[in-house]
T-cell receptor, first 117, second 115 residues
């Protein structure tokens, strides 16, 4: 069965510093997508970044980048120059199957990031 | 525009009430989802509509009844809920693409309290 592991329940980072949030996954499917979402205390799940399993380059979106190591089955999120507004819960997720339409979207347990002034 | 809207933002209901949650998207997405999220937990999938047909029902109790009137709208009808159904209910939509590339975009959620 597909599974996502996020080993850091909580993380602290100083404002303006970079932080890495860990994500490892387990799947036997050859084609899959990996996603990171941010959920502030307001509740909305905000899509941050996507990495496809066949993508040669690591994905980047502004201050967010994804450190994708396929052989190690890891997809860590790097946030550069942290801001106070980055304080939130972060979920790693996987869309594992080649022939489905998102039914098996699997979420990790989440990491709560707190940015300190 | 990657906006999914949900109404109401907050809902308090008694166990004998009937209420509905509404979700709307205008991104031309053909898949829509309902999730339930308890505090400090990841979202749990409840229902998936693909091209306006119910394709997934994750063993959800019948007191939750989904409806997809058209490709832009998704409702969740609630009846005779229990206090343990209190949670954040999230709606999401996606293009409905194969190959693991299908990004889901979420609405702001409805915080439901059952008394």
């Amino acid at each position: 069965a597909q599974k996502i592991t996020q080993t850091q329940p909580g993380m602290f980072v100083q404002e303006k510093e970079a932080v890495t949030l860990d994500c490892t996954y387990d799947t036997s499917d050859p084609s899959y997508g990996l996603f990171w979402y941010k959920q502030p205390s307001s509740g909305e799940m905000i899509f941050l970044i996507y990495q496809g399993s066949y993508d040669q380059q690591n994905a980047t979106e502004g201050r967010y980048s994804l450190n994708f190591q396929k052989a190690r089955k890891s997809a860590n999120l790097v946030i550069s120059a942290s801001q106070l507004g980055d304080s939130a819960m972060y979920f790693c997720a996987m869309n594992p199957r080649e022939d489905n339409y998102g039914q098996n979207f699997v979420f990790g347990p989440g990491t709560r990031l707190s940015v300190l002034p | 525009d990657t906006e999914v809207t949900q109404t109401p933002k907050h809902l308090v209901m008694g166990m004998t009430n009937k209420k509905s949650l509404k979700c709307e998207q205008h991104m031309g997405h053909r898949a829509m989802y309902w999730y339930k999220q308890k505090a400090k937990k990841p979202p749990e999938l409840m229902f998936v509509y693909s091209y306006e047909k119910l394709s997934i029902n994750e063993s959800v109790p019948s007191r939750f009844s989904p409806e997809c009137p058209n490709s832009s709208l998704l409702n969740l009808h609630l009846h005779a809920l229990q206090p343990e159904d209190s949670a954040l209910y999230l709606c999401a939509s996606s293009h409905g693409l194969a190959g693991g590339t299908d990004t889901q975009y979420f609405g702001p959620g409805t915080r439901l309290t059952v008394l």
